[in-house]
């Protein structure tokens, strides 16, 4: 079946250090991909999305590309703050565009240290 | 900005009691879905409505949850009887044909 597998963590990084949390996926079908983002004690935040092969989806200096041949879309930052400091989760749609069933990866732990 | 709301923020029960969470998604989002969250686990969806039809409800443990829409706006998720495995987060979340999922804060419940 349609499942994510992020990197394990929790990542433990430095102020401005560069970023990357990989995600690969399988799914039947092409999916849409997604990043969430969780701070303590919040729901889900959408970060980013891609709807296609080689979409790169971008928000608030995060990045990720949509890679079909390595199933993959890795989120990447060049720059982390401690504000950044989180749960992320990769995430893929199944079912029609953006509003089908939502299926997550298991999270990974952001810590960004001043 | 809308937001989903979600009631209570907090739950504690004892097993075998009835609990219930309250979910008002946004105005105009005819989807909505609940989600579990299990501690360290990614979000599992139990239960998607669209209107006040099921569409999905294949992981939601029918012997002890339900969940109901109405009128097609609010919903309320219950369970019983809780049981110690059920702690958890329970994520609602509401879309707009085409557009993303946004989701409430969440309801956390302790089964003690």
């Known amino acids: 079946g349609d499942s994510v597998t992020q990197m394990e963590g929790p990542v433990t990084l430095s102020e401005e250090a560069f970023l990357t949390i990989n995600c690969t996926y399988t799914a039947t079908g092409y999916p849409s991909l997604f990043w969430y983002v969780q701070y303590p004690g919040e729901g889900l935040q959408l970060l980013l999305k891609a709807t296609k092969a080689d979409d790169k989806g971008s928000n608030k200096g995060f990045e990720a590309t949509y890679r079909k041949e390595t199933t993959s879309f890795h989120l990447e930052k060049g720059s982390v703050q401690v504000s950044d400091s989180a749960v992320y989760f990769c995430a893929l749609s199944v079912g029609s565009s953006n509003t089908g069933k939502l299926i997550f990866g298991q999270g990974t732990t952001l810590q960004v240290k001043p | 900005e809308a937001e989903v709301a979600q009631s209570p923020r907090y739950k504690i029960t004892e097993k075998s009691q009835a609990v219930a969470f309250w979910c008002d998604p946004i105005s105009g989002h005819a989807t909505l879905y609940w989600y579990r969250q299990i501690l360290g686990q990614g979000p599992e969806l139990l239960v998607q409505f669209q209107d006040e039809s099921v569409v999905d409800d294949s992981q939601l443990p029918k012997d002890r949850f339900s969940a109901e829409r109405l009128k097609g706006v609010d919903s309320t998720l219950k369970i019983q009887p809780a049981e110690l495995g059920d702690s958890a987060m329970y994520l609602c979340?509401?879309?707009?044909?085409?557009?993303?999922?946004?989701f409430g804060p969440g309801t956390r419940l302790t089964v003690l």
């Open positions: 979340a509401s879309s707009l044909k085409g557009s993303e999922m946004v």
